[in-house]
Structures are given as C-alpha cells and as structure tokens.
C-alpha cells in the first residue's frame, strides 16, 4: 500500500469515527415538530407555540364504547377518579363537577379581586341595593341551591357572576353526570399530563397509565379509545422507529441479494455497502451538527438513500471493470466515468440545497442529510474503492445480461421516442386540465398519522371541544403585567360581542389572574368595614335581607382589602394551575402568550365569528385571531408554494450546472429532456388517479431529477463518445433496478410521508431511464448498429 | 361552578278550548286538551317563600308561549327582566346585561324548560322525558303534579303543581328539595286567548 493510499483510508476511517461519535451524542426525537414550520411570521408562530408544546400537545382525548350506558358511566368517574390520584395527570375532565370544589373555594376566597362586576358604583348604597335584589331573584328557583349557602358572605353575587361569565365552554352531553357523545354511545374525559408535550417518553408512560388504570376499572366489553397529539406523538414514533428499522434491514437485504446477484462477488457486495454505509454516518452526523438533533422521520428519509448511494459503487464496480493497457480499471474510470458521476453527484446537491432552507424543519433535515449523505457517498466511491477494489469487481454474475437487455433498451427505446413525445405533450394537457385540483392543501398531508387515527381524532375532538378550539385569540408580550393588561383590552371588546351574540362566550385567563392594575383598581373600589355598614343599612332597607345579617360579608370585604395580590407563580400553586398554564404560555426566553379560546354562537360560520372578531380587535398591537384549521392550511399553502419555488430553484440550478459543463445548447436540450418527461409523466399519473400533491411528492420529484440526470449524463456521454459500452449500459440498468425496488419497498411504508416520496420516485426513475434511452441520439443507435452484440 | 340554572320557574297559559268534561279525566286526555292551544299570553304575580328570607318575594310580569318550543316570561316588578327560550337557545337579559346560553349545556334547566314547554304544548312524551306525571281531577278544574325522574333534578325540585281550568293553566307550584317554593298565579290575557 502506499503512503497516500495509508492515508486516504485514515482519513476515511477517522471520517467515520468522528460522524459516529457524533451520532453517539444526538437526540433523536420523533415528535411531531418536524411537520411544523420553524419560522412563521408572529401570529402563526403563537399557533406552531401552541400545536408544539402548549395544552394541545398534552392533551389526551379519551372515549368509552360498548357495555351499556350505566357501565360506561361507571367506567368514566372510576377512571378519572385513578387518573386524578396519578401524579402524571394535570387535569382529567369528563364532565364531574365534583372534581372542581378546589377551584369553587379558591374563587369564592378571591372573589372581590377576580369579579368582573366589583366596581366602585357596586358599593355604593344603590349598587349594593341591585346587587342584592339580583341575587334574591335566584332564591325560590332550582338556581337558589348555588346562591343559599352563601347568602350571608356574598349577598352581591360575585361567586355566580365570575362562573356565569367563565366560559360556559358548552362542553359535551351529560349523562349521570359524566360526558357523554351526542348519539349517547360514547362516555368522554379529556386529559392534560403534567410532562411536556415533547417528552415523548413521558407521555408514552402517561399513555400506559391510562390504559392500565382503564384496564382496572372497567367492565368487560368496554373498549377505551384514545386520541389527541400524545397518542400520534407515541404511536407515530414507534411506527416510525419500527418502520424504519424494517426498511433498512429490507432495503438492504433486496439491494445485497440483487447486487450479489449482479456481481456474483461478496467482495464487490462489500465494497457496495461502503459508500452506502459511510453516506448514512455522515447523513446523519451532519443533520445532528446541523440541527442540534436528529428526527427519527430523517432516518426514515435515509433507508431512501441507500438506493441512491448504491447507484455510486455500482458504476464504479462495473465500470472499472478490467485493468487495459497496464492502467488500472480504476485510473481509467477516474477520466471516464468519475466526471459524470461527479456531475450527476453536484446537480443532487443543487437539488437538495433548496430544500435545506426549507421553513419545515423535516424537509431542511432532509435536504441536508442528503447533501452530506451523497458527497460522503461519492467521495467513498472516488476514493476508498480503487483501494479496495482497484479493478472494479471481479465477478460476471449476471452483469452480461444486464448489458445486453441495456443494450436491447437503447435499441428499441428511439423507436417509441415519438410516442414519448406525444405522452409528454399529453402529460401537459393533463397537468393543465387538472391544474387546480393538483396539489394538496392540508397539513394533514406531511403528517405521518394515519387516515383512521385522524377520523377518530376528528369525532373526538368534535364531540369534546365542539369546535370551540378552533378560533382563538393570541396576545403577545414581552412580560406578564403588559400582556394581562392588554388582554383585558381585548376582553373588553369581546365582551361588547357577547352582549351582542356574536361570540358565545371566550375564556381568557384574567378571568383568574387580573393584571396587578386591574386588580389595584378593583381593591380600591372595596370600602372599609364603618362606610360599607352605613350603605348596607341604606340598600337593605326594607328588604328581605337586613343588613344585621351580613356581617360575614363585611368581613371578606375588609379581608380583601389587605389581601396578598394573585400572582401568576402563586396561581400555579393553586387547583387554578391547569386553567393558568392553558391559558398562558411562558417561553423560555421570557416572551408571554395569552390564548383566548372563543366559543361560537350555535349555528354561526366559523369565518363569520372570526370576522367580527377581527373587525372588533382592529387597532389593538400585538393581538392575532387565529382560526385553527384555516391558519394551518395557509400555513401549509406557503410552505408548499416555498417549496414549489424551492423546488424550481433547485431545478434551474441543476440546469444551470449542466449547461456549463455540457456547453452546448443541443446536448443540455437532449439531457433535460428526459428528465422533464419524466417529471410530466409522474405527475400526470397522480393526476389521473386523482392524488393530489404534496411537498414530499415534491421532494420525490426532485430525488427523480437528481437520479435521472445520471442516466441522461450518461446517455449523453456515451453518445459524445460515440460509444456504447456495455458496462456502462449494464451499470445503469442494474443502478435503475435497485432504485426503483428500494423506492418501491419505501412506497410500501405504512407512513404516508415515506410512501408518498417511494411512490413518486420508483416510477418516476423507470420514466427517467427509459425516456434517457429513447432520446439516445442517432450516433448511440449507429453505434450499436455497427456493433453487433 | 353551576352558573346556568337561573330563572327556571315560568310558567304560563292561555287560550280557553272549550271541550266538555269527561267521566275519566287522565294524563292523556289532559294532553289532548292542551295540545290545541297554540300560543296564548298572560299576566302573573309570583310569590315565593323563602326559608332564611325575612319576607316573601312577589314578582309580577308577562308570560308567553309559541308552539312549538318559544316561552317568554317578562318580569316587570320589582326590576325588569326577560327570560325567552326558542328552542335549545335560552337568552336572559337584566338592565344592559345579556347572557345566551344553550338549553342542553345545563341539564336540569333543561328539564325545567321542558316542564313548562310539555304543558303548554301537551307534549306528553316530552314530560315524560324526565318526570313522572300523575293528574287529578276533571277536565274543567285539574291539577297535574310532575316528580322528577332524575335523581340530581330530584335533589334540587322535589315536584311541580299546576292547576289548570280547561286548557288554561292557572297556578304553577314549584316545591324545591330545601322546602323553598314558589307559587305563581296567571291570569290569561283574555283578547288574544283564543284560537280558531
């Protein structure tokens, strides 16, 4: 061995052992964040904030089915009852009120703060007077039970005025007192787990606890449903984690058994995996150095890489077949072959560049895995196989037949090049005449949960939130005072749409934690124990309640005057915690989120409310109206438009590069064009069975680019060549099988996402091949003529 | 936390069908008779009698009713208020405040609403829904008593007497659990009592 070849091996070596201790340190994650966008502008980013670690990330949605309504009933207070003992959960609803006497006694403590009524005209002696009376026209009515315990402490009310204007978020049917669905077949709980969203972990144990609590309760032929971000979060990493291992180990075994067929050589398999196995390392240390950790969906997206890699080390193993003239295989395929592989490896990169600037931290991932992965990959191939295997491989195998079926193509395929023609100009028609129906526009589409956990979640969700979560509204700030106080200006507008009916009602979390301004305000609207007594004495007079029995009052009163303020920290040791953290969100860098989620009047459009709601808040800084799924799918409306141009970029810069290394005008016209078939016709196939696109449909293509321009490069070297050598019509050929099997096992994936990529590419790659060969020029076809196989 | 069982006594009546009495006066036959009413308003005077109240509270004011789910009951004295259910939505309104809630968020309100609603309407299927109807009496002079079925309503209104006169109803007895109760008198405003 020679010095230099010592040390391209350690430097190889060294390489790897790096990219491995890297790895060894990555957090891989699988979470759903990397089908959020990163940097949305500031309304979005308080919905991303919301979806990725606020209480909808850690909200569980539970159904019970089967049994009859009795033991459903049943089953629902004994799981919540074990769900509340668990130290796991936050906050378990399902309807029993019982469950919020902690939160009735912290209100009625802090109730001179807290009410939206306590004013100074209220103690006055006539607001006192009305106040009173109000309550007294609830005596003698099935409402008196609330207002009769605590006549004497609160004669004005402020207990049933803070819970009448608490958001009666409608909540499901009751039935015994629990949730229950609509058509009554259904008990429902709602949960939030005291872990972070992203603590997958965590949730997974929240997860088991409520299936084993479930298990221990219920009566047999109840079937528990569970559903909501935890479930998808933990179902879709295991399935992502099993799928991913199962399409590795079959990837591999396929490729290995293909190429050991190919080569008949276990030397020639070994030095195939290599530039594979290296690109993954590197993939994947790259995405960890980049990123600060690793999604588990990017090593989903890395099984794809092997098809791609492997394409490397099978032209280097055939086309470096046999030394000539004292010359190694692999000098000569260093002039020959290596210059196209190396553009065919540039115009990938160009490809993959656009998508590492993604807004979708999956797709970025993605792209840069595959940059790293594909340079690590080639520069394996460039210099560690003529090392190990200095004359390409060694066996036939079935390499022979392989060049004489590429020979057969090449032949045949000019002959079906008008009709590839006609097919591509019919593609556009298709693309043209379907243009509006094309391309998906749900967020839904980049998630890998499946169609039937998203039904169950929609019935769910329907049922337990009745489309009330779906409009809020989000008010930013940079501390906790300042965004109380705006929220509090935005209340007051809401309120003003109350009383008109066109909001329901909102819930907001000064409701429970006032701003330290309104709360001084309200303190000094309380008069002192001698002023209110004389007032009282004036209100009461000849009234059902004399004055001589509220004492108790007096004395809240006077209580309250020199109570402590409520403090968020102090809230959050309170049974008020899960209503404050829901309510408000606090990010790390000290930014303050409040959430008002708005409840719709019945039988009003989402978008009506919305509007008005807008129309109301207009002028009011740093105040967004969300609406849920109509922001989602704007969001993903820009995040594909930016990929379509990504996309379009990345494709010009491919384009771009050939164009300078081809320098001519007709050979780069003869290398785009099977591409840009291939291309059209793949997307005129989703078109015509009716599957619109997506942005991994998008990735797909551009992987098919990036594949097929190695097929036309070479095409178009051959014909420069005026050659056809069967090695290098044997080497593309069996580097389109492998392509098209390893995308064809990933079109297989359970995961919409892998699939959706597998099933673009497998066609889309034959399409390349075959629409490569067909434009071979007229000199290949006279070539092969004059050459007889 | 229960904030939305307020104003859960209303009543009214009106109209005056004129159908003979019967030998065997029942629940059905009751219905029957109420059934042809289709809208009718009235004045009532409310008293209640309230255990750790000093004095009885009046209240006075107008009721109406609209087949099929529309009941008003306008309070005039001592302070105006409304309280108008038109199918699953309640809406009460006291000076400028206005609050609108849905009927089945608040179960036992609803049970309430359907009480009144069942009678004016002769729904028989309705009340039977959630109370346990008996009538006594005859059709010129009866008293339809309503038990609640639902061991939580039952905890808070212990029964439900109306008197009525033919298809009017005239007194609307509620007696709740704690003793408390509430006794309103109507008076069918007599012009637009009457339908074909």
Redesign the interface.
């Known amino acids: 061995m020679t010095r230099r070849a010592v040390l391209t091996i350690a430097l190889w070596l060294g390489a790897l052992a790096a990219c491995v201790a890297v790895i060894l340190h990555t957090r891989f994650s699988a979470d759903l964040s990397a089908f959020l966008p990163a940097a949305p502008d500031p309304r979005q980013r308080a919905l991303v904030e919301q979806l990725k670690s606020g209480v909808a990330a850690r909200t569980l949605l539970i159904g019970i089915r089967g049994g009859t309504a009795e033991q459903r009933s049943a089953a629902s207070l004994a799981l919540a009852e074990r769900l509340r003992a668990d130290a796991s959960f936050e906050q378990v609803l399902n309807g029993d ?1 019982s469950a ?1 006497a902690a ?2 006694r912290w ?1 009625l403590e802090h109730r001179y703060l807290i009410s939206p009524a306590v004013n100074a005209q209220r103690f006055t002696a006539e607001g006192l007077h ?1 106040a009173i ?2 309550t ?11 207002v ?1 315990p605590l ?1 004497e402490r609160d004669p004005t009310g402020e207990v ?1 005025r803070i ?2 204007s ?1 958001a ?1 978020r ?2 499901p ?2 039935h015994d ?1 629990v949730w229950v669905s609509k058509d009554g077949e259904r008990a429902l709980l709602m949960t939030q787990s005291r872990a972070d969203g992203g603590d997958l972990d965590a949730q997974a144990r929240t997860l088991a606890v409520a299936r084993e609590a479930f298990a221990a309760v219920a009566a047999p032929g109840l079937v528990l449903e569970l559903s909501g971000a935890p479930t998808f979060a933990v179902d879709s990493r295991a399935q992502i984690q099993g799928e991913t291992k199962a399409l590795a180990l079959t990837g591999t075994l396929v490729m290995g058994g293909l190429l050991l067929l190919a080569f008949a050589s276990l030397r020639a398999l070994g030095a195939a995996i290599l530039p594979v196995a290296s690109g993954i390392v590197a993939g994947v240390a790259a995405v960890s150095l980049v990123f600060g950790g690793v999604h588990g969906m990017t090593l989903g997206f890395g099984t794809t890489l092997i098809g791609e890699a492997v394409d490397y080390a099978i032209y280097y193993l055939i086309q470096a077949r046999g030394s000539s003239g004292g010359e190694p295989g692999w000098r000569r395929w260093l002039h020959e072959g290596w210059p196209t592989v190396r553009l065919g490896l540039l115009t990938s990169v160009c490809g993959f560049l656009a998508l590492a600037f993604s807004g979708f931290p999956g797709l970025a991932q993605l792209g840069v895995f595959s940059i790293a992965g594909l340079i690590a990959a080639a520069l394996t191939t460039r210099f560690v196989l003529p090392l190990a295997l200095p004359n390409g491989t060694p066996g036939i195998g079935l390499r022979r037949h392989l060049g004489r079926w590429a020979q057969r193509l090449v032949r045949l395929m000019p002959r079906a090049r008008h009709a590839f023609t006609a097919l591509g100009l019919a593609a556009v028609a298709v693309l043209l005449w379907r243009h509006d129906q094309l391309w998906q526009t749900e967020l839904s589409s980049l998630s890998p949960v499946s169609a039937e956990a998203l039904a169950l979640d929609e019935q769910l969700r329907d049922e337990l939130l009745s489309g009330d979560d779906r409009t809020m509204v989000a008010v930013s700030g940079t501390d906790v005072e300042g965004t109380l106080q705006r929220v509090e200006a935005v209340t007051q507008r809401l309120d003003g749409l109350v ?1 008109q ?1 066109q909001l ?1 009602n909102y819930d907001a979390i000064t409701r429970w934690l006032p701003s330290q301004a309104m709360q001084q305000r309200r303190r000094a609207a309380l008069p002192d124990a001698a002023v209110l007594r004389a007032r009282l004495d004036q209100a009461t007079r000849g ?4 004055a001589r029995r509220l004492d108790a009052f007096v004395a809240d009163v006077q209580q309250s005057r020199t109570a402590p303020p409520i403090l968020l920290d102090s809230l959050r040791h309170t049974a008020l915690a899960p209503i404050a953290a829901a309510l408000l969100v606090q990010a790390a860098d000290g930014h303050v989120t409040a959430l008002l989620p708005l409840v719709h ?2 039988a009003r459009d989402g978008e009506a409310v919305q509007a008005a709601v807008e129309q109301a808040l207009r002028g009011l800084d740093h105040v967004h109206v969300l609406g849920i799924g109509e922001e989602l799918r704007r969001l993903y409306r820009h995040y594909l438009g930016e990929a379509q141009a990504q996309a379009l970029v990345g494709a010009f810069g491919v384009v771009l590069l050939m164009a300078w290394w081809l320098r001519s005008l007709p050979r780069l016209l003869a290398v785009c064009k099977p591409l840009l078939l291939a291309v059209l016709l793949t997307m005129a196939g989703f078109a015509l069975v009716g599957v619109p696109l997506g942005i991994l449909h998008l990735v797909g293509l551009l992987l098919v680019v990036a594949v097929g321009s190695n097929y036309s490069l070479f095409m178009d070297w051959m014909r420069h060549q005026a050659s056809t050598d069967e090695d290098t019509l044997a080497s593309l050929l069996l580097a389109n099988i492998t392509i098209v099997l390893s995308f064809g096992l990933i079109a297989l994936s359970q995961i919409p996402a892998l699939s959706a990529i597998g099933r673009v590419v497998a066609p889309g790659a034959l399409l390349a091949l075959l629409a490569s060969a067909a434009y071979a020029s007229p000199s290949a076809r006279s070539g092969v003529a004059a050459t007889p196989v | 936390m229960r904030a939305d069982r307020r104003r859960v006594c209303i009543v009214l009546a009106a109209g005056a069908a004129a159908s003979p009495a019967r030998a065997a006066f029942g629940f059905d036959e009751l219905m029957g008779t109420l059934a042809q009413r289709r809208s009718g308003e009235a004045r009532f005077v409310e008293q209640r009698f309230v255990s750790v109240l000093d004095q009885t509270l009046m209240y006075t004011g107008t009721l109406s009713f609209t087949a099929p789910d529309r009941l008003a009951r306008h309070t005039l004295t001592p302070r105006p208020e409304s309280f108008v259910v038109e199918g699953n939505q309640l809406t009460l309104q006291r000076g400028e405040r206005v609050r609108r809630l849905a009927l089945d968020n608040v179960p036992e309100l609803a049970a309430m609403v359907e009480a009144m609603r069942g009678t004016l309407s002769g729904d028989g299927t309705a009340l039977k829904r959630h109370f346990k109807p008996t009538v006594q009496g005859t059709a010129a002079r009866w008293t339809l008593t309503l038990v609640p079925i639902e061991f939580r309503l039952l905890g808070v209104v212990r029964q439900l007497r109306i008197d009525g006169q033919r298809s009017d109803v005239r007194v609307v007895e509620l007696q709740l659990a704690d003793g408390d109760r509430s006794v309103m008198s109507i008076e069918p405003v007599a012009e637009k009592s009457r339908t074909p």
């Open positions: 009120l919020f939160v009735g209100t009305e009376d109000d007294l026209s609830l005596l003698g009515t099935p409402a008196g039970v609330l009769k006549l049933q819970a009448e608490a009666t409608g909540g049917r009751k007192g009383q009916g329901a009234g059902s309640l004399p009047p019945p």
